[in-house]
């Protein structure tokens, strides 16, 4: 059955949200023009006509096999490229992603060539289908008080530009620092002594691909493949492969219990294409391995979590929307359980600090500008919960944390979700446009490890 990526138009909003969590239709965004809201979501072609006759408008932008298939195939011959001339892992050569063997060589080329202010770190928990993963440190020297960022990315299987994007990112760093340059993104520079300030003086932790069953199988085989590779329950069968990796994270995961019903679009269904959050909260190694290192970094300030695709930089809360009045009404409140997730009601709300939600708005705008200094894209700022909430994500687990245990480091968490919604297969992008989303994400994060470090040097709140 073939997917239809399109855009469904509707004037009610809260009918349009439920279509997520009812239908399963993929939704990944919307927004909101004249008298009406429109849906950019993924459909089986067998929806479409019951959409009609339920009177919302259904746009085709695109046949999302046909041209997936094509991606995986420029991949491969790239890849194969790449392996005759000896450039095996290396991004900024490139004219390809980068397969799921090749980010973990990028790390093992990084350390060997910036091996003093280059750190790979082993993760602890190997994969269902045995893949070692490993995060990176950039910093030269050592030292509790240093300020630290985290990035990740490679969370969903399909989303192959993510590592892509933080492995970019390291390699420009790290020749900078190497070569006593500054580099350029765009129109937006880096003095050499900025690089120099940020490799010297606080650690930059990256999990570039935390999900590579997910990437292999979703270049080598099902390009729409978003779910890690867990194996199927006995005795069901292929189709009860994996488990959503951002549903699968100890927030609020027994959504069931904690949402009021019909709200969150996650399922307890391992048959489930998309959102099933897994047997446990924190079951799949590759959430384990994100926890481990927030745990073994408890100097992160900020933390960001690569997703496509959007052009959105999105921060907390995803389970509802905020408010700072009541620190009462919040995710720990059994109180609250079965009433969450309304959006747009009295009943119940987040509690963000408005100090916390500032900080995460402004750091946004800052990563906005610099990421527009590149091309001139708009990426918006603005809280994660959309148009209807989430459970278990790995933005709302990392801010949550210092709640639940004050011991654990205080950090302000992000998802970016980086492309175009108008690029063709948006969640894989042609190569030439990647290139382009990898240079405007870099100057986006670049900004942020540097805004980081200022605020902890004009002793600002962290
Ligand atoms: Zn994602």
Redesign the pocket.
Known sequence: MSTLHVAITGRDKRHLAALGPKLRVVVVGYREEKHRFVVDAYVHADKVAWLKRQGYGVARLEEVDAHDRARQAEGHAAATRRLKKGRYGDVIWGGGYLTADEVEQAMVLGEQNHGAYFERIALPNVTWERRRCHAFRIGKGNGRSRPAVCFIGG??GR?WGGPDILIYFAVRLLRAYRDREGFRLGKKRVSPALVRRLVETMDIVVLPQVNPDGRAFSMDRHPFW?KNRRPAPRGQGFRSIGVDL?RNFPFLWRFDRHFAQGTVESTHKPGDYETYVGPRPASEPETRNVMWLLDRFPNIRYYVDL??YGETILHSWGSDDDQSKDPRMNFRNTTYDGKRGRILDDVYSEYIPATDKNDAVQMGRHMAAAIRLVRGREYEVKQSVGLYPTAGASDDYAYSRHWVDPKKGRLIAFTIEWGRSHASTPFHPPYPEMRKVMREVSAGLLALCLRALAKRTTGSKA
């Open positions: 969370v969903h989303e978003r951002n997703h496509s």
